[in-house]
């Protein structure tokens, strides 16, 4: 019966903390809701129909105010949209609300790259690289979002 108590952590662990390879792991404790919501917005993102995911974002940001993931997906859907001042102002908020946010620094660099800021995109690779000495996805993306913008 060694497996027991290793059953009943798990058991009795917050969903949102449990992540299976290939899912995202968010930052602050959520609800089993509030995490599906998070995940349909960045699926709904990454298919192409960022507007649909912005009335979700909204409402978990109405119902989680100090969430740095909901504001770094609501930057996300923004840029996504075509309106960068608003994606700005998201990223700003998220990295307020936790500085070393790994997906805001990201894309907030992605950001100054649209907006021809090389140089600030650069400043975030740099905070990544000493968040992720050992590499990290951000900074593997961002970097090679930067590089690609050097080759242009």
């Known amino acids: 019966m060694r497996l027991l108590p290793v059953f009943l952590l798990f058991a009795f662990a917050p969903v949102s ?33 960022a507007a649909e995911a912005l009335p979700i974002l909204e409402a978990l940001a109405a119902a989680l105010p100090a969430n740095a993931d909901v504001f770094n997906l609501l930057g996300f859907a923004h840029r996504k949209t075509g309106d960068l001042a608003t994606s700005g102002a998201h990223y700003v908020r998220a990295l307020y609300l936790d500085p070393n946010h790994l997906g805001a620094l990201e894309y907030q660099g992605e950001l100054f790259l649209m907006q021809g800021n090389l140089e600030s995109a650069e400043a975030n690779l740099r905070r990544l690289t000493a968040l992720c000495p050992e590499r990290c996805e951000e900074r593997d993306e961002l970097e090679a979002a930067i590089e690609a913008k050097r080759a242009e």
């Open 17 to 49: 903390a449990l992540a299976l390879p290939g899912e995202d792991h968010w930052s602050g404790a959520l609800s089993p809701e509030e995490a599906a919501g998070l995940e349909q917005s960045r699926a709904l993102i990454e298919a192409g129909r």
